[in-house]
Each structure stands twice: as C-alpha cells, then as structure tokens.
C-alpha cells in the first residue's frame, strides 16, 4: 500500500510522549521520515530512537519528498510552522488549537485554500471508541431526539512545583499566551460536540482570565513569592445554541479544583459521556426498560409484566398499567481505537490524501471551536449574544467494528 512521508516539527513532550510511537508503530499508513526542533537534543532523541533523518525546518519545508508537515510545536509557533508548510505546498496536520487567535486561524483558513493544501487539526480523540460509539447510540435514537449537553471541567493549575517554567521541559503552556485551558482542553470537548451535532449557531457566556496575576508559591523555586502574568482566559461559563436546535452548556476552569461531568439529556432518556481526552471510556444510558428485571415464564402461570391493574390516583383520574423506572445501564463500546491512539488523525488524512475524500479532522471543525472560544470570549467583553459566522459539517462516522487493535485502522480505508 502507498504511505505518505511525513516530516515532525517539534519534538517537545507530547511528541516523545504517545505520538511518535503511534506514528512509527501502530499507523502503516504513515512513513515518519525526519524530524526537526529548535532544542537539537530533542531532534537527536528521536534520530536515535527511530532512526530517522534530523532536518532544520527549512530543509523539511523545502523537501519535495515529504508531503505532510506534523506540527506539534507549542500554541506560540502554530501559525509560524503551519503557514509557511502550506506556502511550500505542504499538507498540514497540527496539535490544538490551530492558533492562538480567531484571527490568526482566519488567515491559516485562507492559507490552506490559496495553495490547495490539507489542513486538519487535533484534537482527534472525537474518532475514539467511545466517542464514536456514542454518536452511533445517539443518531439510533436510543435516548429520542437530544434536547441539551452539558459539559464541565475544571482543573486547578497553579505553579506550585519547584521547576515551574523554569526550562523547556518545564514549561506548562496552559498558563501562557494561547494554550490557556478553553484551548487546552476545551477544544476536547467541542470537538466531541461537533462530532455528535453539528455546527453551532450562537454562543455566549461570562468569564476570561479571572486571575491574571499570579504567585510562585513554592519555596525551592528561584522566583518564590515573586509574580508574574497569566495572558490567556482560565474560566470560560457559556451557553450554546446548535443549528439542529440542541442547546448546551460549556463550563471550563482551570481555577477550580478537579470536576468533571459530560451529559446529553433526549426525549426518552439520558446518556452520560465519557472523558473526551481518552478513547476509552464509559458510556451510561438511563431510559425506562434499559435494564428490565429477569422474569421466569412457567406453563399456567401469567408472567407479573401482564397482569395489570387499574391504579387511581388522588385526581380520580384513571390509568391502565404498571409505573416503570427509568433504568441505567453501560453501554459496549462498537468501534475501534479504545487504546491510545493520538495520530489516529493524521492517519485518517493520509487516507484521505490516497483516496480523494475529505479528512475527519478537517480544519474547518478546528476552526469552528476556536471561533466558539472567540466568541464566549467576545460576550463576556460585549455582554451580548455572539453568532457564530463559520459553519461545518458533521465528520463522517467511523464504522463499527469487531476488529483485533493491529486491524482497526482498516475503518480509515474508506
């Protein structure tokens, strides 16, 4: 089978971390062929891990055989990288979010369209087991038509280790310019939204960075008990309205302690989420019958379920049957990718390069979440209702499968 040669830049933590393995080892479809990093050691790592080639950028933008450019840069060099690969007619496939800005994802958008290039973006934790599982429960109907989703979390990040910031390997970019928790980890959870309904119509909602000046707190740092300033938004509270007419709720802080909750409720029952940062994960439904007692049928014997009564009730008004709990039960996981599979993305893209379809990570789905954080962000500024001006359809569905994980990226040949 044809693979597509892809070049890496930036091999910081999340590249040494599963993505390298799962781009050398788990996805046949991509050839990694060489590396680059502005911290040589980091680049030389990976030339001693995998065997592959150490290049500067300008040597990988300018290298006729590599055709995608993987950008797993910090949120600061996003932009950087990714518009000068697609000026050098590369494809792009690059980590969350794809800039720092509404404004500088407009002009990558354009970019990408100007020189006929690919352009798609992580997070692709949406095409995960559980979450594809869910949107499969959920276009079966299996809770009626989905009325509202809610989904919260909150973390708490505070500098309190003796290494804050202190060299590359320490620095915690959700604290900085760009990489704040709504881009960090909110984009996991919008992602997963777009994937189970679509485009969002209007937004709104209050917060931003609700604690810019921040302390080092812990007494080995070098600067302890000296400040310095947060410029990027920490707690985001916002409402959603979905062009399918589902409403939502998107609740997000990194300056509350640990929560998390993710939940569709429907006309007939409720389906509890998982983490959309994991592949795997459970999923629960709550409907009346979802989890019915057993009951034993004997010859003679009329089975409790149809014997009925009459009940009345405090009004006279009179009801034939039984009351029946709501039930909840988990659900099995149908699809493939309930390892970790980061990169399972930019494998999805290189099939989409081999057979001229569209990529399940297209940008426009990246572009549309950075939009909703912009305009939560331009609400809590404006105190009005923000409408959403880009739009984007629902990421074809992965087909459920009974796979053995060396197999699973077969779904992706479509």
Known sequence: MRKIKVGVVGCGGICRG??????????????VVACADLIDSRAQYMVDKYG???????????DPEIEVIVNLTYPESHFLISSEAMKHGKHVYCEKMMAPTFEEATELMRLAEENNVMFTTAPDTFLGAWEQSARKYLDDGIIGRPVTVHAQVTSHYEPDTPFFDLAPRYF??????GGGFPFDLGGYYLHEMINLFGSVKRVTGFGGNMNPVRT????????YKETFEVNTPTTLLAALEFENGVLGTFHISSDSFDSHSFTVTGTNGT????????????????????NPTKEMIRAGVTPQSASAETVSGEDDNQCLGEWTPDQTVQLPLLHGFYSSSRGVGLADMCYALINGRRPR?????????????????ESCKTGKIYEMTSRCP???????????ETAQEATLDD
């Open 271 to 290: 389906m509890k989420l998982g983490d959309p940062n994991s592949f795997s994960d459970q999923i629960f439904v709550t409907r009346p019958g979802a």
């Open 361 to 377: 990570c297209h940008a426009d789905i990246g572009y549309h979440a950075i939009e909703v954080i912009h305009g939560i962000q």
């Open 216 to 223: 080092y707190t812990n007494p080995k740092h070098p600067k």
């Open 394 to 404: 629902r990421p074809a569905a992965i087909a459920p499968s009974t796979f053995s």
């Open 172 to 177: 915690f970019f959700p604290l900085h310019y």
């Open 18 to 31: 599963t993505y390298m393995d799962n781009m050398m080892y788990k996805f046949n479809v991509i050839d």
């Open 52 to 62: 592959i080639r150490k290049m500067t950028v300008d040597e990988m933008m300018n």
